[in-house]
């Protein structure tokens, strides 16, 4: 509980911070912020967890390990954002504490046990984020993803309402625990909580990007500034799947023969639409926004699977794809700021002339693809693993697919940095010591979750 | 109070779940179809406001006061995202000098 009452002080602090033009502050602020809420969370570990104020958060263990999971990302691009906002926009301490404000709605939607704050948490997570998303005023790619994104978060956000209207005209209240009692034992469920599962179902699939709800994700990730879409990719992704799998593990269980069709043929479809789309891409950054897509179609295999594995394979699943994508973003601001564009072609002679950029890269690159030794393939082996424990060879084998057309575009970007010459010659770009650290150590963890899994499940679970 | 409730409850529930429906789906329809930011934002508000409709009838009819605090929240955050949501018109009619979500096609839809 702490923790969020940290960051909403944190977000405050760091405006007043911008005020007073104590701009060299900001960072190590922030980052003070984070290892402290890092400390409370880490404290509420070995505690018992029951549900807080009337029943409106509860930080069990899935809500403590996914949140750390979101502290830290959220700390890396903190770091990362050192050089990168001079360069974007003026607004530093806006910037920060939004997405403080952000991270606050993350882990309220980590932690909720009332639909009260499933609805605020994303609320917070989502308005803090439309204007990040449009933070370079000028920039019209930004304007429209910025609009886009509103547009598309508010009109989600009507369909969650009116899902969780219908679930309490039927059931009569918003709390997980009253409502998993009422699954279990009212002799027959009204037709409105089934409307009501359908709406919800339809709004997290909005949130979290599946097809055929995910037309904004592409637009949205490419018009944002780079960190930003980092974020939006990684930490807002993770929280909305939490809230997924909370709402689904808790209290939707005994209803599986109802959504499980609704799921699959979703899931089919993100997978599909995800990754051949992301083989048409010229731009890197784009390409990452269908794969991000695609991504978005894996982890559902832990919802469709549900059972006591899942939240261990979502949590393996979601740390190797967030470490990935901040070590690919990363990478690709410095590309940008040398060749000036974020295409494919951008990364030719890569390894030429930064050995040790390319090489991080082609970590995150095959822990995208799932290729062993990397945590990228732990995470996909426990999803299809839990897959195969329900006998949906079927899924399976479409999945099995869909991992193999993904290894061709992430290794396209391999190939160019190793085996293709750049058209002109490139200046040197000076990479700054907190990129180094950042893309080192998020390399360094892909490759040890990869090697032994068991660093990490038997700490959480 | 209790003269509110008993002439909420003079309408059966299910004429409010039909009436509320319907104008959710109007809501919905606005924003797939126009093409002006403004309405677009008003079809938004509609959603919201059918929402609203339906929580307080539900509760009203259960006796039960959450759904109708549940209704200041939504209220509050609704203005809030209007508030951003205004300000991010503002911006990009500052670039473009329309409100048309078409006049923005710099992405590919």
Redesign the interface.
């Known amino acids: 509980m702490g923790a969020i009452i940290t960051l909403g002080i944190l977000g405050i602090v760091v405006l007043y911070l911008g005020l007073f033009k104590a701009k060299n502050a900001l960072i190590p602020v922030t980052l003070l912020g984070l290892v402290v809420t890092l400390g409370f969370l880490v404290g509420e570990w070995n505690s018992e967890a029951f549900p807080l104020f009337h029943g409106m958060v509860i930080f069990d263990r899935l809500a403590l390990s996914f949140s750390v999971l979101c502290v830290v990302i959220t700390g890396f691009i903190i770091l990362l954002s050192k050089e990168y906002f001079k360069h974007v926009s003026t607004y530093l301490s806006e910037y920060f504490s939004l997405i403080i404000f952000s991270l606050m709605g993350a882990l309220l939607v980590n932690a909720y046990h009332n ?2 704050m499933l ?2 948490g994303i ?1 917070v997570m989502s ?1 803090a984020l ?2 990040l998303v ?1 933070i370079r ?2 920039d ?2 930004s ?6 994104y ?2 598309m978060g ?2 989600s ?2 369909f969650l ?2 899902g ?2 219908l679930l ?2 039927a059931s ?3 709390d997980l625990g009253e409502l998993q009692a009422y699954v279990q034992t009212s002799s027959e469920i009204s037709p ?1 909580f089934y409307g009501g599962v359908l709406l919800l179902l339809c709004a997290l699939c909005f949130k979290v990007g599946a097809a055929p709800f995910h ?1 904004w994700t ?2 949205v990730y ?2 944002a500034p780079i960190l930003i879409t980092s974020y939006m990719s990684t930490v807002v992704k993770v929280a909305s799947f939490v809230g997924f799998l909370r709402l689904f593990s808790m209290v939707l269980v005994p209803l599986h023969d109802f959504w499980t069709p609704v799921l699959l043929t979703i899931i089919i479809i993100t997978l599909f639409v995800g990754n051949i789309t992301a083989l048409l891409q010229a731009s890197f950054k784009r390409m990452m926004a269908y794969s991000s897509i695609s991504h978005a179609g894996y982890m559902l295999f832990a919802i469709v699977s549900i059972g006591v594995t899942s939240a261990s394979g979502m949590l393996v699943y979601a740390t190797a794809y967030s470490l990935a994508s901040v070590v690919a973003f990363g990478a690709l601001i410095i590309v940008k700021r040398s060749t000036g564009s974020e295409n494919f072609e951008s990364f030719n002679g890569l390894a030429k002339r930064e050995p040790m950029l390319a090489l991080v890269l082609t970590i995150a690159m095959l822990s995208l693809a799932g290729i062993p030794l990397t945590a990228g393939f732990m995470g996909k082996f426990m999803m299809f693993n839990n897959v195969m424990g329900t006998y949906n060879i079927t899924l399976l084998i479409l999945a099995v697919i869909n991992a193999a057309i993904g290894v061709y575009y992430y290794l396209h970007v391999v190939v160019n940095m190793y085996f293709r010459k750049p058209e002109e010659e490139v200046a040197e770009q000076h990479i700054p010591a907190s990129y180094k650290f950042v893309l080192v150590v998020a390399a360094a963890s892909t490759l040890i979750i990869g090697v032994y899994p068991d660093s990490i499940l038997s700490f959480f679970f | 109070m209790e003269n509110i409730v008993t002439q909420i409850q003079g309408v059966p529930l299910n004429h409010y ?1 039909i009436f509320c429906s319907i104008m ?1 789906a109007i ?2 329809t606005g ?1 797939l179809i126009r093409r002006n ?1 403004i309405i ?2 008003m079809s ?1 508000e509609l ?2 406001n ?2 609203n409709l ?2 307080a009838a ?1 509760s009203a009819y ?1 006796g ?1 006061p ?2 109708q ?2 209704v200041f ?2 209220m509050a ?1 609704a203005a ?2 209007v508030a ?2 205004l ?3 503002i ?2 009619y500052r ?2 000098k329309s409100v048309d ?1 078409e006049s ?6």
């Not at chain 1, 304007?143 to 886009?148: D, I, R, V, W």
């Not at chain 2, 923005?104 to 839809?109: C, P, Y």
């Open positions: 639909f009260a609805f605020i609320e308005v439309y204007i449009g005023k000028t019209l790619a304007n429209e993803a910025a609009l886009k509103f547009l508010a009109f956000t009507g309402l009116f969780i209207t309490y005209g009569g209240t918003f409105l037309f592409p637009d490419d018009g | 779940i959710f809501g919905v924003v930011v677009i934002m938004i959603m919201l059918a929402v339906l929580l539900f259960r039960d959450a759904g605090v549940f929240f939504i955050l809030a995202e951003v949501g300000a991010i018109i911006m990009v670039n473009t979500v923005l096609s710099k992405l590919r839809w």
